[in-house]
């Protein structure tokens, strides 16, 4: 068996992925015409659709990446739009053998169209409930915070949508524009997320200038996992106290590249924090944004990085174990792994 039929059977887990980056742009062009949304884009061909919906170059900047999620935004304004891109989601992901993951959205996003946070959630349960039925999957949602909103702002969605925990929803996470907001704003919202019983991360380190804002708010609200969080690197001390704490950071290669993080997919330091002991996983952050699937990025991590395929099988065992997934979860998904690999020499 190859190396890349290995990475594309072998039941895999993720756990840095966004709905609105994951929505296939033919499945778009029918949702438009659900959505509310001006007649220049129900009218547009999906060849046109896909040049403003999927990045096929390097970006100067994170803030250039995230102009790919409006028509993601318009789009999922409406329950069904919302339902069923979360189905398709698993969908998406079945085929690509990923067993489990963490799907993270960011409710005031959905709002604009007047849906209530309410309708949001039953919406993405809903289909999170379809999705995982037809296609034989586990996920588990993780609510995004927004770093343009304030603290007490993203509280007041928190307090919203808190009674969804215990019902798929499992964890706080915080994301947006890094050169105009500092994560830092965002401590007293992942705290209280904190005391109502959520696992939180936080995005942080798409810009290189942010090793301060990571290292610092790392300490004033200890994560249980960070997303990206690759420039790390730059302070040992720091890589030493996610080993300590057990801090993974959910790191996505190719949407890092895509945001010009780095120039070279050789340059994401995946190795050398392996090799340190930090924990980390490796993600897609964004499927068809990104145009990347799971297997596909193991695969250039393999071809670039020079971990090896043990390697790479040993970080999707500890993606599992810092996963926010329950035991039971974990001891299903465990055993698929294990049935996958038992008798094959790798
Ligand atoms: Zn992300």
Avoid at 2 to 26: F, N, Y
Avoid at 63 to 89: D, H, S, V, W
Avoid at 137 to 159: A, F, P, Q, Y
């Amino acid at each position: 068996m190859s190396k890349l039929s290995v990475l594309k059977e072998l039941p895999k887990v993720e756990l840095h992925l966004h709905l609105d980056g994951c929505i296939d742009v033919h499945s778009a062009h029918g949702m438009l015409q659900e959505a509310n949304v001006p007649r220049k884009y129900r009218n547009m061909p999906v060849s046109e659709l896909k040049k403003i919906m999927v990045v096929d170059k390097s970006l100067k900047s994170q803030k250039e990446l995230l102009e790919y999620f409006r028509i993601p935004t318009m789009i999922l304004q409406t329950g069904n739009n919302l339902k069923r891109a979360y189905y398709e989601l698993c969908k998406i992901k079945k085929d690509d053998n990923v067993c489990y993951c963490e799907v993270r959205f960011a409710p005031q996003l959905h709002t604009l169209g007047g849906l209530t946070f309410d309708e949001i959630m039953l919406s993405v349960l809903e289909g999170k409930r379809q999705g995982e039925r037809d296609f034989g999957i586990l996920t588990n949602i993780i609510i995004v915070g927004l770093k343009d909103r304030t603290s007490n702002e993203n509280i007041e969605m928190l307090e919203e949508i808190k009674k969804y925990k215990d019902f798929g929803v499992i964890a706080v996470d915080c994301a947006g524009v890094e050169e105009d907001f500092s994560i830092m704003e965002q401590q007293k919202f992942l705290l209280r997320a904190r005391e109502r019983g959520f696992k939180i991360t936080f995005h942080c380190g798409e810009v290189k200038e942010s090793l301060d804002d990571l290292i610092n708010m790392t300490q004033a609200v200890t994560p249980d996992r960070i997303a990206h969080g690759s420039i790390a690197i730059g302070s040992l001390d720091f890589c030493k106290e996610l080993i300590k704490k057990n801090i993974m950071l959910d790191i996505c290669p190719t949407s890092n590249l895509q945001a010009g993080l780095y120039q070279k997919y050789s340059e994401v330091p995946l190795k050398s924090l392996y090799d340190m002991g930090v924990p980390i996983s490796i993600n897609t952050d964004d499927t068809v944004l990104s145009d990347i699937s799971l297997s596909e990025e193991l695969n250039l991590v393999l071809q670039n990085s020079n971990l090896t395929l043990k390697e790479l099988i040993d970080m999707n065992f500890k993606a599992l174990e810092h996963s926010f997934a329950d035991d039971k979860t974990k001891e299903v998904i465990l055993n698929k792994i294990n049935i996958f690999l038992k008798g094959k020499l790798i």
